[in-house]
């Protein structure tokens, strides 16, 4: 089976555990024999430069996965969003919402890879727009949820910060807006119940099949020794656990693990 990955970050560039829970499933299932390839985005201006030549992507393989890095038609890469300030991260949000040149890269790389299924993950970076790309192919597709990013762009939540009006109103179209554009996966996946309710209870996902699969984390493990664990025996857990989502829902019939038929203009 032909098994594309679509994340913002991919190792060597890593930023905290999703892309490293992405990284573990595409060795993991390239093990277990599946062919499988990464979408992501290009780390610096200069390789986005570099990529725009070369026809939006440069591709390359790291530890035997085939990865295509992705141009984006935005400010800077996901990669470096932290060295600029509010403004130009407000400005490159905006972007990123309606990444069209993104979205259709990602559209012609998995129409030349034939892809069966598509297991998305965070889409910040490449683009809202790739679910819609996917759907207008007919694929199958599983989107695993990391954090609240859907919802406030930052995925992170405080508490006892309340938000000024102009921000709040502006959240609140950011929510409808990824909503309608991410739409409804055959699949999604939450690694707790309390992020799958968020996401639920503000209409998100309202067609999906949906799934909580806990992160698997080593019992007595000390918080700094998780992310580590995810390269190791924790490894083949995770892989398992991807893998029972797909047999689960073949058989109930969620997700045919077989080619959907394709539109007549893919």
């Given at each position: 089976?032909?098994?594309?990955?679509?994340?913002?970050?991919?190792?060597?560039?890593?930023?905290?555990?999703?892309?490293?829970?992405?990284?573990?499933?595409?060795?993991?299932?390239?093990?277990?024999?599946?062919?499988?390839?990464?979408?992501?985005?290009?780390?610096?201006?200069?390789?986005?430069?570099?990529?725009?030549?070369?026809?939006?992507?440069?591709?390359?393989?790291?530890?035997?996965?085939?990865?295509?890095?992705?141009?984006?038609?935005?400010?800077?890469?996901?990669?470096?969003?932290?060295?600029?300030?509010?403004?130009?991260?407000?400005?490159?949000?905006?972007?990123?919402?309606?990444?069209?040149?993104?979205?259709?890269?990602?559209?012609?790389?998995?129409?030349?890879?034939?892809?069966?299924?598509?297991?998305?993950?965070?889409?910040?970076?490449?683009?809202?727009?790739?679910?819609?790309?996917?759907?207008?192919?007919?694929?199958?597709?599983?989107?695993?949820?990391?954090?609240?990013?859907?919802?406030?762009?930052?995925?992170?939540?405080?508490?006892?910060?309340?938000?000024?009006?102009?921000?709040?109103?502006?959240?609140?179209?950011?929510?409808?807006?990824?909503?309608?554009?991410?739409?409804?996966?055959?699949?999604?996946?939450?690694?707790?119940?309390?992020?799958?309710?968020?996401?639920?209870?503000?209409?998100?996902?309202?067609?999906?099949?949906?799934?909580?699969?806990?992160?698997?984390?080593?019992?007595?493990?000390?918080?700094?020794?998780?992310?580590?664990?995810?390269?190791?025996?924790?490894?083949?857990?995770l892989f398992w656990t991807a893998k029972k989502i797909l047999v689960r829902y073949k058989n109930q019939g969620a997700i045919a693990m077989v080619r959907r038929p394709r539109p007549a203009n893919r």
């Open positions: 089976m032909r098994i594309c990955l679509i994340s913002n970050l991919y190792p060597p560039y890593t930023r905290g555990g999703a892309e490293r829970v992405v990284a573990t499933i595409a060795k993991e299932l390239q093990r277990a024999g599946h062919s499988v390839i990464v979408i992501t985005t290009v780390p610096s201006f200069a390789a986005n430069i570099k990529a725009l030549a070369s026809g939006g992507f440069l591709h390359e393989t790291v530890d035997g996965i085939t990865v295509y890095r992705i141009a984006t038609a935005n400010l800077f890469p996901y990669w470096t969003i932290g060295e600029h300030n509010v403004v130009m991260r407000f400005i490159w949000h905006v972007f990123d919402m309606f990444a069209f040149e993104t979205a259709a890269t990602v559209r012609r790389i998995l129409r030349k890879e034939k892809a069966d299924v598509v297991m998305t993950h965070n889409l910040k970076g490449i683009g809202f727009l790739v679910p819609r790309a996917i759907r207008r192919l007919g694929i199958r597709h599983i989107h695993t949820a990391h954090d609240v990013q859907l919802a406030v762009p930052s995925g992170l939540i405080f508490v006892r910060q309340k938000p000024v009006f102009i921000l709040l109103f502006l959240m609140q179209w950011y929510e409808r807006l990824t909503r309608w554009l991410i739409g409804s996966p055959d699949v999604v996946v939450s690694p707790s119940q309390w992020l799958l309710d968020f996401y639920t209870e503000r209409g998100f996902f309202s067609q999906s099949k949906k799934v909580v699969l806990h992160n698997p984390i080593l019992q007595g493990a000390p918080l700094h020794a998780r992310v580590p664990l995810v390269k190791s025996d924790y490894a083949r857990q």
